[in-house]
Every structure is written in structure tokens, then in C-alpha cells.
Nanobody
Framework: QVQLVESGGGLVQAGGSLRLSCAAS????????MGWYRQAPGKQRELAAT???????NYGDSVKGRFTISRDNAKNMVYLQMTSLKPEDTAVYYC?????????????WGQGTQVIVSS
């Protein structure tokens, strides 16, 4: 069974940095895209960043230039380095993985990790 576990969230002052990690387990055939999404209270979940198996990246407009996504294919892990954090970055951050299966790609989600940026 595929499981994603995030870590690294917490409370940080504006202008600070945090690094989120996500570990995927139960992977048999590999993972295509991996990514981070976030959801602030009362708002829809939105894209933070995605990264392909080959390392191509895509960022949401609100985090471009401040966040960096990376992955370790051998360890089935994805990371999100967040710098110059703003109060509006406060949200629950969710890890996503497009897991390869015999039938079709399976979109798997972690349970989320809370990031709070104080002003």
C-alpha cells in the first residue's frame, strides 16, 4: 500500500525558511510526477510546486523565486525548500505523488504538514 509521510512543517517568522520532506513507501513500479500543494483556511488547495521524474519543475505564481522543489528518486522522496516566507504562505502543505501501477497512475496524497508564518 502506498503511503506518503510529510515532515518539516512548523512555526516560523516572516522572512524565515523551512524545508519540507515527503517520504513515499510501498512503491513498486516507480513514481512519475511528485509535488507539493497547499491549502489555507477557507481557501481551495493550490499548487506550490511539482517536479517530474527527470527533474523538470513547475511552480505556482505565488511561490516562484522563493521555493525550490527537489527529489531523490532512489529514496522516493521529495523536498520543498521554502525561503523568504510570508504570512500568506501559512497553510497545510500536502505531498502528492503520481505512482505507477500495473493498471494506471495512482494519485496519492500525504496527510499534510502545517506551516505557520508569523508577521
Amino acid at each position: 500500500q502506498v503511503q506518503l509521510v510529510e515532515s518539516g512543517g512548523g512555526l516560523v517568522q516572516a522572512g524565515g525558511s523551512l524545508r519540507l520532506s515527503c517520504a513515499a513507501s510501498g512503491i513498486i513500479f516507480g513514481i512519475n510526477d511528485m509535488g507539493w500543494y497547499r491549502q489555507a483556511p477557507g481557501k481551495q488547495r493550490e499548487l506550490a510546486a511539482t517536479i517530474s521524474r527527470g527533474g523538470s519543475t513547475n511552480y505556482g505564481d505565488s511561490v516562484k523565486g522563493r521555493f525550490t522543489i527537489s527529489r531523490d528518486n532512489a529514496k522516493n522522496m521529495v523536498y520543498l525548500q521554502m525561503t523568504s516566507l510570508k504570512p500568506e504562505d501559512t497553510a497545510v502543505y500536502y505531498c502528492n505523488a503520481q505512482v505507477v501501477t500495473r493498471i494506471a497512475p495512482l494519485s496519492s496524497w500525504g496527510q499534510g504538514t502545517q506551516v505557520i508564518v508569523s508577521s
